[in-house]
C-alpha cells in the first residue's frame, strides 16, 4: 500500500471506514426493479444514463463500492467487472452476490490502475466512484485505454455550480452564493474529512476527455422531482429544483 498515491490511500481508509454507513443504501440498490440515480434517485426512464442494450457487452463500473450498478448492468446481460478501493466496500457486494445468485467479478484496487489488457470494455461506468475519488488526469486516459474504439464512458457526479456554492463546514447546504474561486479548482479536501475529492470545470472535463481519446456525446444537468428526498445534507430540493446539483458526463470513444 505504501507505493499508492497518496489520494489512494487516504481515500481507501476513507472508504474502509464509511463502508458501514452505505450497507443499507447498496441492499437497496441491489433490489430495485429500475435503476434510480444519484442522491435524489432519479430513475432511469427520466435520464436514460444506460445504452438501450447491454447484453453481450463487456462493461466496468470504476468505482463500483457495494457493486449496485454492476447489477443492473449485468441484469441487462453485460459481462460485468466491478473495481472499488475499499475492501470493506466489496465485502458488502460479496455478500449481495450471494444473496441474489449474482457473480461477476469484483476488485480491490484503484480505477487509475486496472489490471486488464486494453481495449477489454465496450462501456465503462461511474456513479460518485472513479469519478468524484480518484485523479481525473489517471482514471481518464485509464478508462479510455480500457474501452474499445465506439465504446462509451458515463459517469455521474456532483455538478461543478454546486461546488462553487458549497460551504466548507460539514453538513451545511449549498447556498445561493458562490463561495469559491472557479478557476484552478481540483483536488477538493474538507475541514475534519481526510479524504481527497477532485471536481474540474466543464472546459476541463472537455478538455481532458478529447485529450484521452474521447468525444463529447451528452451533459446531462440532473433536476429531481418536485416530491424527492435524500439523505445527504450539502444540498436541499429547492436548491436542486433551481440549479443543477449532480451531473452525467457521456464521452465516446474514438477510434
Known amino acids: 500500500m505504501s507505493d499508492l498515491p497518496d489520494h489512494v490511500r487516504r481515500n481507501r481508509a476513507l472508504w474502509d471506514d464509511w463502508a458501514r454507513q452505505y450497507v443499507a443504501s447498496g441492499e437497496e440498490g441491489w433490489a ?30 470504476l468505482g463500483c463500492g457495494t457493486a449496485y450498478v454492476s447489477a443492473w448492468l449485468a441484469r441487462r446481460g453485460a459481462r460485468v467487472v466491478g473495481i472499488d ?19 461477476f467479478p469484483l476488485l480491490h484496487g484503484s480505477a487509475e490502475a486496472v489490471p486488464y489488457h486494453d481495449q ?17 488526469q489517471r482514471w481518464v486516459p485509464e478508462a479510455a485505454r480500457l474501452l474499445r474504439p465506439g465504446g462509451q464512458l458515463v459517469f455521474l457526479t456532483n455538478s461543478f455550480l454546486l461546488m462553487l456554492c458549497m460551504p466548507a463546514e460539514e ?38 476527455l478529447r485529450r484521452s481519446g474521447f468525444n463529447i456525446e451528452d451533459l446531462l444537468e440532473v433536476r429531481p422531482s418536485a416530491d424527492a428526498t435524500t439523505r445527504y445534507p450539502f444540498v ?20
Open 32 to 61: 430495485a426493479v429500475e435503476p434510480r440515480w444519484g442522491i435524489w434517485s432519479v430513475p432511469e426512464s427520466r435520464l436514460n444514463i444506460l445504452p438501450d442494450s447491454l447484453a453481450g457487452k463487456d462493461a466496468i463500473e
Open 85 to 103: 478501493n475499499s475492501e470493506a466496500q466489496l465485502a458488502t457486494a460479496r455478500r449481495l452476490q450471494e444473496q441474489y445468485g449474482l457473480h
Open 120 to 136: 477489454s470494455f465496450d462501456f465503462a461506468i461511474s456513479e460518485y466512484g472513479a469519478c468524484l475519488w480518484a485523479d481525473p
Open 171 to 208: 453538513g451545511i447546504a449549498a447556498t445561493d452564493r458562490l463561495l469559491r474561486a472557479a478557476f484552478g479548482m481540483y483536488g477538493v479536501e474538507w475541514p475534519n474529512d481526510p479524504g481527497v475529492e477532485f471536481h474540474l470545470s466543464h472546459g476541463d472535463w472537455i478538455r481532458l
Open 236 to 255: 436541499t430540493l429547492e436548491w436542486a429544483r433551481q440549479w443543477p446539483c449532480e451531473e452525467v458526463w457521456k464521452a465516446g470513444r474514438r477510434a
